[in-house]
């Protein structure tokens, strides 16, 4: 009895030889140099923990960073900025494109340390200077931009900074930013144009406002330049004076444009006539808001290459157009847009259509004055293939098939939100030529279809059932 119960412990628990853990850890030392397996589990342990540490972006080098954060879509890549500070400084690395608003921080060279890759900078809102917040304020709406400004800024006008805080600001732009391509400034001087021209070589697009002849002196060393916008004069914002000599000096010196708007700014035939005689490359003219003097519109036909005329936001064309053997022709035309402008005299808007007969597409949107005899002088233009008129009010059915049977070539109608052309006026042999177009857009009484939509519900009824006691 003595002899089982010394032994029943050891039978009952037949694993209590693992106390012994120095015994175990050598035997199974001993295993794992034996058994080719432990050992290429050890050999990939520390591949395994590397690649684990790539799942943490701190671990990743700025290059490939900025590949995985240049594919992210626009609309998520601001959160990246609250990321981290190195995620901050490598996503403003990808903008290209920024809108100055404090002046300040151009100067002191913050911009360049936040962003050091731009290609775009817009200074047209931190160029005006407000040196305390509006009292009342009121959201002034130009084409150019929005400012909050008070009722005193209104009265004295806004408040722009001098010349030479502009010139400092573009030095400084200029030394940071050799591959500038696109800027915009107002109130700059021949000065701070120049230290731009001398360091931004591949200068491409430059947009001037507060713009004079003076200034135009130092465009010359723009040779790539081939977008430009000058703003001369903008009503109750700044008053700026371009003649024929600083179109002169443009036209010579910017010989590569290809697309050119002046807004606000004066001149004559001579400047016109400059411009279309050494910028052989220019495709685009722009007319906003112009002061020219009459008799200038013949001297567009000097522009051999131009492609599209526009104008907009123009009082008159031209009140005293040069004869008919006279007024010549843009050969190379395709596209003439009118908008918001006032075309009350037949006379200057007839020598428009016929310095414009090559064209091949017309834009009217809300023109005030276009008549049926007016429109009607459009029918010399017999290239045209598309036309699109929106709300040009006084324009009916009749005048609308004055010009459009003359042109054999139409593809293309668009009438929109015209009050005066009804669906009831429209012929057979004009409703015969709409089903003949490629493409016909139809919403010329936009009132009568409102009518026609509310019929039933009970609206459009002015309060009637309201008004009843």
């Not at 005006?128 to 509006?134: A, E, K, Q, V």
């Not at 606000?264 to 001579?270: A, P, V």
């Amino acid at each position: 009895m003595s002899q089982k119960s010394s032994r029943s412990p050891t039978l009952n628990k037949p694993f209590s030889w693992f106390k012994k853990t120095k015994t175990l850890n050598n035997i199974l030392f001993s295993m794992k140099l034996q058994n080719p397996q432990f050992k290429s589990n050890n050999l990939d342990q520390p591949n395994i923990n590397k690649t684990q540490n790539l799942d943490d972006p701190n671990q990743l080098n700025d290059e490939i960073l900025i590949k995985i954060l240049s594919r992210v879509p626009e609309a998520h890549k601001n959160p990246n900025y609250l990321v981290s500070k190195q995620w901050l400084n490598l996503q403003g690395r990808l903008v290209r494109s920024v809108r100055v608003l404090d002046w300040d921080f151009l100067v002191s060279g913050r911009l360049f340390s936040r962003f050091p890759n731009l290609v775009h900078v817009d200074l047209i809102h931190g160029c005006f200077n407000f040196d305390s917040p509006p009292k009342i304020c009121i959201l002034l709406n130009l084409d150019f931009g929005s400012f909050h400004v008070d009722l005193d800024y209104l009265n004295d006008g806004l408040c722009v900074l001098s010349s030479e805080e502009v010139d400092l600001g573009l030095k400084v732009l200029a030394n940071g930013y050799p591959n500038l391509r696109k800027l915009a400034v107002v109130n700059a001087s021949e000065i701070g144009l120049l230290s731009i021209g001398e360091e931004c070589l591949i200068l491409q697009e430059l947009e001037l406002h507060l713009c004079n002849d003076r200034v135009l002196c130092g465009i010359a060393v723009f040779r790539n330049l081939q977008i430009l916008k000058l703003v001369g004069s903008v009503d109750g914002v700044y008053d700026g004076l371009v003649s024929d000599v600083g179109l002169t000096i443009l036209a010579q010196g910017c010989k590569r444009l290809v697309k050119l708007e002046l807004r606000g700014c004066g001149g004559s035939y001579d400047g016109i006539k400059a411009i279309g005689q050494c910028c052989q490359m220019l495709e685009e003219l722009s007319f906003s808001d112009h002061r020219i003097e009459d008799g200038w519109l013949s001297a567009l036909s000097y522009c051999d290459n131009l492609k599209t005329l526009r104008f907009v936001s123009c009082k008159s064309i031209d009140r005293s157009p040069a004869i008919d053997r006279d007024m010549g022709v843009c050969p190379a035309l395709e596209r003439l847009h009118m908008e918001k402008c006032q075309l009350r005299q037949k006379r200057s808007v007839r020598a428009l259509f016929l310095l414009c007969r090559s064209a091949r597409e017309l834009v009217f949107n809300n023109c005030w004055g276009l008549t049926d005899d007016i429109f009607g002088t459009g029918k010399i233009c017999r290239r045209v293939n598309s036309l699109s008129l929106e709300g040009c009010s006084r324009l009916t059915v009749e005048g609308l098939a004055s010009a459009i049977f003359y042109w054999n070539d139409l593809e293309s109608l668009s009438v929109t939100s015209c009050s005066n052309i009804k669906d009831s006026e429209v012929t057979p042999e004009l409703a015969t030529l709409f089903s003949a177009l490629k493409k016909f857009t139809w919403k010329a009484d936009t009132r009568s279809l409102l009518s026609a939509s509310l019929v039933g519900t009970g609206m459009g009824k002015r309060g009637k059932i309201f008004g009843k006691k």
